[in-house]
């Protein structure tokens, strides 16, 4: 069985940095993408970002440049690095992985952006 848990979210003020971390059990991490998605209150789930078996990456529109993921495969962990937080930022993160056996995702991680 596949089990992603993602940890670091937090309250945190304006402008600040928050580093999530998915970390990936029963699947051969460094073969698959990993995704990052949030869902805000009452707001549908959207894509953040992604990184595919080549470190690829993809990013929504809305964070580019101040978003970036990363993956280490010794480890099985991919990484969220998010600078100059806003807001509208604040979200439920999750991280979402799929292979043949189906698709998987963590609890998710409480992101909120409050001064």
């Known amino acids: 069985q596949v089990h992603l848990v993602e940890s670091g979210g937090g309250l945190v003020q304006p402008g600040v940095s928050l580093r999530l971390s998915c970390a990936v059990s029963?699947?051969?991490?460094?073969?698959?993408?990993v995704r990052w998605f949030r869902q805000a209150l009452g707001k549908q789930r959207e894509l953040v970002a992604s990184i595919d078996s080549s470190s690829v990456t993809d990013y929504a529109e809305s964070v580019k440049g101040r978003f970036t993921v990363s993956r280490d495969n010794v480890w099985n962990r991919t990484y969220l690095q998010m600078n100059n937080l806003k807001p509208e930022d604040t979200a439920v993160y999750y991280c979402?992985?799929?292979?043949?056996?189906?698709?998987?995702w963590g609890r998710g991680t409480q992101v909120t952006i409050s001064s």
């Open positions: 979402n992985l799929r292979n043949a056996r189906g698709d998987f």
């Open positions: 029963g699947a051969n991490f460094r073969l698959h993408a």
